[in-house]
């Protein structure tokens, strides 16, 4: 299939505009790897690599595989920019000195990774779920924003994407908005792109990837899971994340209690108390990938009910590619 120009492609040069996401626990090298073998882009949040040295060489072994693989497609690192990350500074440093070529800032304020990466001509494109946060980080030079939208795996946003991408279009012309949130096929692709997207994240469906680690059970419960069995809890990170209606999530239930939420919002507990549940919830879901484990909080989004197998990265993308051509010319008949 012919390269396409949509600006994602073209300002980080890669063929087909697919972002793999980055997923906090399952992104790895070889997930990462095969979207630059296929032409996409892959990403991985830098909270993965917390031991002392390993994102130094993950980033130097990424830098050259790009290079050797000729550019097809190519790599970025998600940072948490918010001060409950406490390896933010670092991990920046480190993404800086070895010229990462793209970003995706999830939360807080992207200034430093905008004015970091703007000066070897790195790419940044920032989450966003609301207008304020659009406007935040389109002042401070965004190149694109990720549309996190309804149905989305992971801190889904509350807009429906049939809104969120015209109403951000509309406001920023040239800012490129990538749609992210309940794609699993072409045909999703292909809505978002007549929406006016540059792209799609899409991070449920490669959970269910050979090359991903996470438990069978995790891949079993996605393909298993239907529409309705994706519910919004606080119980993780203090934020509502989309999780895997589990007996375990059913018996642990989806609020904070009312002491939880006063210290969340009391303004001399807050910063400490959402850095302890943060760090929590990273506990309970490492523990929740691992196989054989019986409290199975599973972070996965509403696509779920459109992935029926596992099959591997390359197959997943050469199917996406695939299916969007497919749903292309079969939407062109519909126009004679
Ligand atoms: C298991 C899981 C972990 C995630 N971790 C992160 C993360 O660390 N940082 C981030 O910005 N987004 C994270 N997300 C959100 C994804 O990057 C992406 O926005 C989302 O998966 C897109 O929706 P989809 O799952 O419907 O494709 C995560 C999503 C999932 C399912």
Same mark, same amino acid.
């Given at each position: 299939?012919?390269?396409?120009?949509?600006?994602?492609?073209?300002?980080?040069?890669?063929?087909?505009?697919?972002?793999?996401?980055?997923?906090?626990?399952?992104?790895?090298?070889?997930?990462?790897?095969?979207?630059?073998?296929?032409?996409?882009?892959?990403?991985?949040?830098?909270?993965?690599?917390?031991?002392?040295?390993?994102?130094?060489?993950?980033?130097? %072994?990424?830098?050259?595989?790009? &290079?050797?693989?000729?550019?097809?497609?190519?790599?970025?690192?998600?940072?948490?920019?918010?001060?409950?990350?406490?390896?933010?500074?670092?991990?920046?440093?480190?993404?800086?000195?070895?010229?990462?070529?793209?970003?995706?800032?999830?939360?807080?304020?992207?200034?430093?990774?905008?004015?970091?990466?703007?000066?070897?001509?790195?790419?940044?494109?920032?989450?966003?779920?609301?207008?304020?946060?659009?406007?935040?980080?389109?002042?401070?030079?965004?190149?694109?924003?990720?549309?996190?939208? &309804?149905?989305?795996?992971?801190?889904?946003?509350?807009?429906?994407?049939?809104?969120?991408?015209?109403?951000?279009?509309?406001?920023?012309?040239?800012?490129?908005?990538?749609?992210?949130?309940?794609?699993?096929?072409?045909?999703?692709?292909?809505?978002?792109?007549?929406?006016?997207?540059?792209?799609?994240?899409?991070?449920?469906?490669?959970?269910?990837?050979?090359?991903?680690?996470?438990?069978?059970?995790?891949?079993?419960?996605?393909?298993?899971?239907?529409?309705?069995?994706?519910?919004?809890?606080?119980?993780?990170?203090?934020?509502?994340?989309?999780?895997?209606?589990?007996?375990?999530?059913?018996?642990?239930?989806?609020?904070?209690?009312?002491?939880?939420?006063?210290?969340?919002?009391?303004?001399?507990?807050?910063?400490?108390?959402?850095?302890?549940?943060?760090?929590?919830?990273? %506990?309970?879901?490492?523990?929740?990938?691992?196989?054989?484990?019986?409290?199975?909080?599973?972070?996965?989004?509403? &696509?779920?009910?459109?992935?029926?197998?596992?099959?591997?990265?390359?197959?997943?993308?050469?199917?996406?590619? %695939?299916?969007?051509?497919?749903?292309?010319? %079969?939407?062109?008949?519909?126009?004679?």
């Amino acid at each position: 299939m012919k390269k396409m120009n949509t600006t994602l492609c073209e300002q980080t040069g890669i063929d087909f505009p697919i972002i793999m996401a980055p997923m906090f626990l399952v992104s790895n090298e070889a997930m990462i790897k095969a979207a630059i073998r296929n032409g996409i882009m892959g990403v991985f949040p830098s909270l993965n690599y917390r031991k002392e040295g390993e994102l130094k060489t993950l980033l130097s %072994k990424l830098n050259n595989y790009k &290079s050797e693989t000729n550019g097809l497609g190519s790599y970025g690192v998600n940072l948490i920019v918010q001060q409950t990350n406490l390896l933010y500074k670092k991990h920046l440093a480190i993404c800086l000195e070895e010229q990462v070529p793209f970003f995706i800032t999830s939360l807080g304020n992207p200034k430093e990774v905008i004015e970091g990466a703007h000066a070897y001509g790195g790419k940044v494109y920032c989450d966003v779920t609301n207008m304020e946060h659009a406007r935040k980080c389109a002042a401070l030079g965004a190149d694109g924003f990720i549309a996190v939208c &309804s149905g989305a795996g992971g801190h889904a946003g509350p807009h429906p994407a049939t809104v969120l991408i015209p109403v951000l279009r509309k406001e920023f012309p040239n800012i490129p908005v990538v749609m992210a949130g309940g794609i699993a096929d072409g045909q999703g692709i292909l809505a978002a792109l007549s929406l006016g997207a540059a792209g799609v994240s899409i991070g449920t469906h490669f959970i269910t990837c050979d090359e991903a680690t996470v438990s069978d059970e995790y891949k079993q419960a996605i393909i298993d899971a239907g529409i309705d069995d994706i519910v919004m809890t606080e119980r993780l990170s203090g934020t509502p994340c989309s999780v895997i209606n589990t007996d375990y999530v059913k018996r642990i239930g989806l609020k904070q209690n009312l002491i939880e939420r006063w210290m969340n919002k009391n303004p001399t507990t807050k910063k400490w108390f959402k850095m302890i549940t943060q760090l929590r919830g990273m %506990k309970k879901l490492e523990k929740a990938i691992q196989p054989g484990n019986y409290n199975s909080i599973w972070s996965a989004g509403q &696509s779920s009910a459109l992935i029926d197998k596992t099959a591997s990265c390359e197959e997943i993308i050469n199917e996406l590619k %695939k299916e969007t051509n497919d749903a292309y010319q %079969k939407l062109h008949t519909l126009f004679g």
